[in-house]
Structures are given as structure tokens and as C-alpha cells.
């Protein structure tokens, strides 16, 4: 079992920056992805950014590239998300998960997830 808590999020006006961390702790195994995902109200949960564990290779959605960093530190079983340049559109509850499959792009793909935290921008 393993458990995600993120933290991190806030109230920030527009061109500001924030960093998400979310602290793992648990059993994992092998090569991973972790992600960052966000929902906004009456929306679906959407993909911003993942990093494989072991290797640190990144993907980012297009929405978010050029002003989001994802990270880890394996010591500290951490991933992090730099957001810089932040704009209204980005207020949404963020996440972050774990997937074991090779996919890294859908939720259902995903197989732990912390709690969330709410990240707001004000115009």
C-alpha cells in the first residue's frame, strides 16, 4: 500500500508561482510514473505533468509546458511541481498519483492518489 499527501497549494495572483510537493510513503517497487493531475469544478480530472521514477524522464501537457517543472528526490520519496507563470485557468484542485502501467496520461491508469490540494489564481 502506499499513500501520497500532497501539500503546497494556496491563493497566489496571476504570474506567480507556487510549488506542490507530494510526500510518498509505503511500499513501492520497480519503475514507476508519478503524476501531477488537476480538476476544476464540474470538470474531469486533466493531465499536467509526469516523471518516471527511476529515470527521471518528464512529460508535460501542452497547457502547462514552458511553465511547469515536475521533479523528485528519491531520497525523500517526494515529487514535486514548480509552477511558475501561473494564470487564472490554472485554479484547480492539483493531485498527484502513482501508475504502474505504462501510461501516464489517464487517471484510470493511475493507481494510488493523494487527496488534492487547492491551488487558486486570482486575475
Known amino acids: 500500500q502506499v499513500q501520497l499527501v500532497e501539500s503546497g497549494g494556496g491563493l497566489v495572483q496571476a504570474g506567480g508561482s507556487l510549488r506542490l510537493s507530494c510526500a510518498a510513503s509505503?511500499?513501492?517497487?520497480?519503475?514507476?510514473?508519478m503524476g501531477w493531475f488537476r480538476q476544476a469544478p464540474g470538470k474531469e480530472r486533466q493531465f499536467v505533468a509526469a516523471?518516471?521514477?527511476?529515470?527521471?524522464?518528464?512529460y508535460y501537457a501542452d497547457s502547462v509546458k514552458g511553465r511547469f517543472t515536475i521533479s523528485r528526490d528519491n531520497a525523500k520519496n517526494t515529487l514535486y511541481l514548480q509552477m511558475n507563470s501561473l494564470k487564472p485557468e490554472d485554479t484547480a484542485v492539483y493531485y498527484c498519483?502513482?501508475?504502474?502501467?505504462?501510461?501516464?496520461?489517464?487517471?484510470?491508469?493511475?493507481?494510488?492518489w493523494g487527496q488534492g490540494t487547492q491551488v487558486t489564481v486570482s486575475s
Open positions: 516523471i518516471t521514477w527511476s529515470f527521471g524522464v518528464t
Open positions: 509505503g511500499r513501492t517497487s520497480g519503475n514507476y510514473f
Open positions: 498519483g502513482l501508475s504502474y502501467s505504462n501510461s501516464y496520461i489517464y487517471p484510470v491508469n493511475y493507481h494510488y
